[in-house]
């Protein structure tokens, strides 16, 4: 069965913190991975996907094929990323997702 | 454009009643997604539509949910004799094939209340 697995419903850190938010994945085939973001009372916006391997607003997530996971990583946290972190999965056109975590930096 | 639009943004019905949703995607994106998203939980897939052919139906939209598209452009969500059940956030995305790939980009969401 396609599952994505997000292990932890809520993440506090202090600023400054290193983050890493769980993403752990059930899919047979080659997965294509995206994490997405929901600040407060804004829409779902699409933080960064493996394939680009890319750093956004300093999260980094790397794709490990042998554990099936993909997490959400930043060495330094700040106040502005608390927000709702979703793990998604496509094993084509549509998004399976994590149930979600939401991450607290606290000041 | 100023983006995946949805209307309306709240809607409060009793049980029983039919509702419908809209959503405008941004204007030359050809796949049209929807979502349903309870609380505490991730969206889960309802639809997909390429253009105006709806290509897959999740096995969570019963025969009480339909969705069109009629011209490839706006979509709607109907849902026939509400139940309680159905309170939910309803979230419209939409996508472009090609260069951009999968990247899906959503809508504000309307949230239903059935009573």
């Known amino acids: 069965a396609q599952r994505v697995t997000q292990p932890e419903k809520l993440l506090s850190v202090f600023k400054g913190a290193p983050v890493e938010l769980k993403c752990n994945y059930s899919?047979?085939?080659?997965?294509?991975l995206f994490w997405y973001v929901q600040y407060s009372r804004q829409r779902l916006q699409l933080l960064l996907r493996?394939?680009?391997?890319?750093s956004i607003k300093g999260f980094t997530a790397d794709l490990n094929k042998g554990e099936t996971s993909f997490h959400l990583k930043k060495p330094f946290a700040q106040e502005e990323d608390s927000a709702m972190y979703y793990c998604?999965?496509?094993?084509?056109?549509?998004?399976?997702w994590g149930a979600g975590t939401k991450l607290i930096i606290k000041p | 454009d100023t983006g995946v639009s949805q209307d309306p943004r709240h809607k409060i019905t009793k049980r029983g009643q039919n509702v419908t949703f809209r959503c405008d995607p941004i204007?030359?994106?050809?796949?049209l997604y929807w979502y349903r998203q309870t609380l505490g939980q991730g969206p889960e897939f309802l639809t997909y539509?390429?253009?105006?052919?709806?290509?897959?139906k999740s096995r969570l939209l019963s025969d009480r949910f339909s969705a069109e598209r009629p011209k490839g452009s706006f979509s709607t969500l109907e849902i026939q004799r509400t139940e309680q059940g159905d309170s939910a956030m309803y979230l419209c995305?939409?996508?472009?094939?090609?260069?951009?790939?999968?990247?899906?980009?959503f809508g504000p969401g309307t949230r239903l209340t059935v009573t």
């Open positions: 204007s030359e994106h050809n796949r």
């Open positions: 899919y047979s085939g080659s997965p294509e």
């Open positions: 493996h394939i680009s391997r890319e």
């Open positions: 998604a999965l496509s094993p084509n056109y549509q998004l399976i």
């Open positions: 539509f390429q253009n105006e052919a709806q290509l897959e």
């Open positions: 995305a939409s996508s472009s094939t090609g260069g951009e790939g999968d990247e899906q980009y």
